[in-house]
Structures are given as C-alpha cells and as structure tokens.
C-alpha cells in the first residue's frame, strides 16, 4: 500500500486533500529551488487521472524543446513512485502517457505550437486537467488565458496547476498575478521553499544541494533568498529593493494611526489605480493593504469603487459608514480635484 501524502511534504498534504475534494479549480504553486511543487503537481495529475474516468491532462511548458527532459520525466517519475507502471504506457512520438484499463491520456505540448494545443482531441473524456510548468516563460497573463481556453472546453470540471519560481522584480507579470489570485475564490495559492522539505524529508535533497544552498546563504543572503526561498527580492532598477508580500491583519489595518489614499489616473494602456496604505513613521514602513485596478473605466465607475472602499465598519461587527479621508492625486499633472 502506497500513500500519496507519503510522496510530498507536509505543507502539501492538505492542498492535496483540497485537489481531491475539488475546492479550487485553480492551483497557483510558487516557490524556490528544491521545494518539490512539480513533483507534488505530478502526484496529484496522475492520482486525478486514476479517480476520473473522464479526466484527461494537458501539461504545458512555454517551448516544446523543453518538454522532454522536465515535466515528460516528471509524471514518469510520479507513475514509478506510485507504483503505477503497469498500468500506463509512455511514448514520445507524439509525447504522450496512456492510461491503459481506460485509455485517458497524459499529453504535452510546448506553447511555441498554438495549432497543436488548439488540435488536442481525446478518445474519451476531456482536458480536465492542465498544467502551465515554469509559467513566468509564457508572454503573460493574456497568453495564459488563451490556452486555457482552448483546452478547457468539453466539460464541468477542471483542474489549473500553475507552478514556477518567482522572477526577482515585483513587476513582472507574474508577480502582479500573484498578487491578483491571492484575492481569488476560485485559487488556492501556496509557496514553498527547500526548507519545507528539510523539516520532513531531508533524503529528498541529498547532500550537494543543501551544501550549494547554504554556501549562497553565506556568501550572498539576497541571491539565496530569491533563488532557494522564493522570495521576489528586486532588482537594481527597482525603484524600491525592500519589499515584501506579507498578510496584514483587519485588527492591524483598523489600528493605522496614519492612514493614506492615493489615486493614479489611468485610461488605457496604463490602468487606473486606487490604493489604500497606512504608514509607520518610527519603522519607515509603508503597508499598501487595499488596491483597486481598472482599464477603460469613466470617473463615474470608478468614482463608486472609492466610495465602496471607504465606507467599512470600525470594528467587528459595526455599521459601515462612509470615511471622509483625504486621497492623493498621484498624477500631478492632471487637475481633476472634483473626481477625489
């Protein structure tokens, strides 16, 4: 008997559980070098397979080149760990895995070929399952959307995985999503990093890897951060290298002595922008808690988002009401006071 909470760490096992019991179709996994996300990703896409007559996976990398050699091996591995290699059968032209009592298949492509991710056909069931490795290679969020809707078609339910090491500067696009799909219902979002699997299964590692990791530690703590934790650490030509993506409590937001509001008017390309901060001056800390983002929408509309944002309770349980707090025009040179 095999158990797959067996096969990946401890901070894995309840968003396995979550896969299983269908809580999210999407599963946004990032994190640093070692921390075992596509082997996790693997797991559960072959597990999902065996448990749903009517699934079907496609896994994605950004250039089909790479497919072999990364995630191709991947599920391979996943198959012999569970235990399975009797029951699939693998070949490479075309690049795919069969699952042989029901013939469901485990195909890849490379999104450099959009024909043939528009062309995926599956003798039985659908594309239940789609996986976008190393998705901060894809051209962005829109590129991101076009496949899935192109493979996602057929069927109920779906299963997204998504799984990459965060590019250092905030402002990359992925990043950004990051940041969107915190918010999501519908996204269950989880970092891990090689320390998580030192706390449970130090063996998966092996010695030169953890000797690599805490030479970087020594010898330079920025790079170690972004490459073996996950962290988005910044660039030289960031305007700020110290900042952090952290959860902020409703208690710490209601106790800002100092709370600031700011607008940057935007139409489009450039979108327009709301956001709420508190400042703490001892710490020379800047906390942005609330944002709200908008393309193509008239003062009016997003007139109604600042007021909605400013109306909230004082505590717990309280009545909401409107707060006549000051907003910052963050684009000088446009004089519209009368939309503040």
């Known amino acids: 008997m095999i158990k797959a909470s067996d ?11 979550d896969v299983f019991a269908h809580g999210h179709t999407h599963y946004w996994l990032h994190g640093g070098r070692g921390s075992t996300k596509s082997s996790f990703i693997s797991l559960s896409i ?18 089909g080149n790479t497919l072999r050699d990364s995630v191709y091996q991947q599920i391979l591995w996943a198959i012999g760990e569970l235990g399975l290699e009797s029951y699939f059968r693998a070949r490479l032209s075309p690049m795919e895995i069969t699952y042989v009592p029901t013939g469901q298949k485990i195909i890849f492509r490379g999104a450099d070929d959009p024909l043939k991710l528009k062309g995926v056909k599956f003798p039985t069931g659908y594309a239940a399952v789609v996986w976008l490795e190393e998705l901060d290679q894809f051209d962005g969020i829109e590129a991101v959307r076009s496949i899935l809707n192109s493979l996602r078609r057929g069927g109920d339910d779906f299963w997204c995985f998504y799984s990459y090491n965060p590019p250092r500067t905030m402002w990359s696009w992925v990043n950004q999503e990051h940041m969107e799909r915190m918010h999501r219902a519908d996204t269950l979002v989880r970092k891990t990093s090689y320390l998580d699997v030192m ?5 998966w590692l092996g010695g030169p890897f953890l000797e690599e990791a805490e030479y970087l530690h020594e010898a330079n703590e920025l ?40 607008i940057d008017w935007g ?34 509309d997003t007139g109604r988002i600042v007021l909605e944002s400013l109306t909230y309770a004082d505590e717990p349980g309280g009545e909401p009401y409107f707060h006549d707090e000051l907003i910052l025009n963050l684009n000088l040179n446009l004089n519209l006071p009368q939309y503040c």
């Not at 706390?199 to 063996?203: N, R």
């Not at 489009?268 to 929408?297: I, Q, S, Y």
Request: aromatic residues 14%.
């Open 223 to 262: 790079a170690w951060r972004w490459e073996y934790l996950g962290e988005v650490t910044g660039t030289g030509g960031a305007v700020f290298g110290n900042v952090r993506d952290e959860r902020i409590t409703d208690e710490r937001i209601r106790g800002f002595d100092r709370t600031r509001n700011g």
């Open 46 to 63: 072959v597990l999902l397979i065996v448990n749903f007559p009517y699934a079907n996976a496609v896994v994605v990398r950004r250039f």
């Open 267 to 300: 139409w489009f390309p450039d979108p327009w922008r709301f956001v709420r901060c508190g400042w703490e001056p001892e710490a020379r800390r800047l906390l942005v808690f609330e944002e709200h983002t908008a393309n193509k929408m008239g003062p009016e």
């Open 7 to 17: 096969l990946c760490i401890p901070a894995f096992h309840d968003v396995l559980g």
């Open 199 to 203: 706390s449970s299964h130090p063996e």
